[in-house]
């Protein structure tokens, strides 16, 4: 049973387009993330919940809009793609703010913009 | 500024010889450190992690790093590479007064050769 799901896996669409990726954990975890991963590898943490609440946004652009219905889920709702969106993103989700336990990623979701 | 540096961006190693990743952060809060791997086209899967207690922390898959706070370091080493440990490496912290804010390191490419 996976811990940290996200779908899709895969995403090709063209610039202007708008497009979601869906993220659940079932491990009772109160925190959420979301990270950008470019093609060099960097992880840069964009958005974190804390029990549904937004906790941090990290200079991220209002194109980018997340939403947690509940603790166990985080949407990623990215509008008017752009060619730079093209990344790799990653949920993950943690115990209080990772303070008490390390974060545990989905498999990714790859976005390509053409 | 609070940063975490992997100064190692790709190492190159033999099977069977001994492998050594740095990873060097500068923060003032109490850091909480972990090391992931990422194999290609997957997430990041935790190897090990050090909150508190002795400095030399065991993992998974054979690894171990230890924490030197007068060195502002956490080397993750493995006696013994196997051709399976071909991936990417991550050093990431997370601090007491920075609830949430994960931050990675650049990451290091470890290639095993036969």
């Known amino acids: 049973d996976t811990a940290v799901s996200q779908t899709p896996k895969y995403l090709v669409t063209q610039m202007g387009n708008d497009k979601s990726i869906k993220c659940e954990q079932n491990l009772g975890h109160d925190t959420m993330y979301w990270y950008k991963q470019d093609s060099k590898k960097f992880l840069k943490i964009m958005f974190s919940y804390n029990n549904k609440e937004l906790i941090i946004n990290e200079t991220v652009p209002n194109r980018f809009s997340p939403k947690s219905p509940d603790k166990a889920h985080l949407n990623l709702h990215i509008n008017s793609l752009e060619l730079g969106d093209s990344a790799v993103y990653f949920c993950a989700s943690s115990r209080a703010g990772g303070l008490t336990g390390e974060l545990f990623f989905g498999e990714g979701s790859r976005l390509t913009v053409l | 500024a609070q940063s975490v540096t992997q100064p190692d961006i790709h190492i190159t190693v033999s099977e069977g010889a001994s492998l050594e990743l740095r990873c060097n952060y500068s923060?003032?809060?109490?850091?909480?450190l972990f090391w992931y791997v990422q194999s290609p086209g997957q997430g990041l899967q935790l190897l090990l992690k050090y909150f508190s207690g002795d400095t030399l922390v065991q993992g998974i898959k054979g690894f171990e790093a230890e924490f030197k706070r007068s060195q502002s370091s956490f080397n993750l080493r493995k006696p013994s590479v196997h051709w399976s440990d071909a991936a990417e490496y991550f050093c990431?912290?997370?601090?007491?007064?920075?609830?949430?804010?994960?931050?990675f390191g650049a990451g290091t490419q470890v290639v095993v050769t036969p």
């Open positions: 923060y003032g809060a109490t850091p909480y």
């Open positions: 990431a912290v997370v601090v007491t007064d920075s609830w949430g804010k994960f931050q």
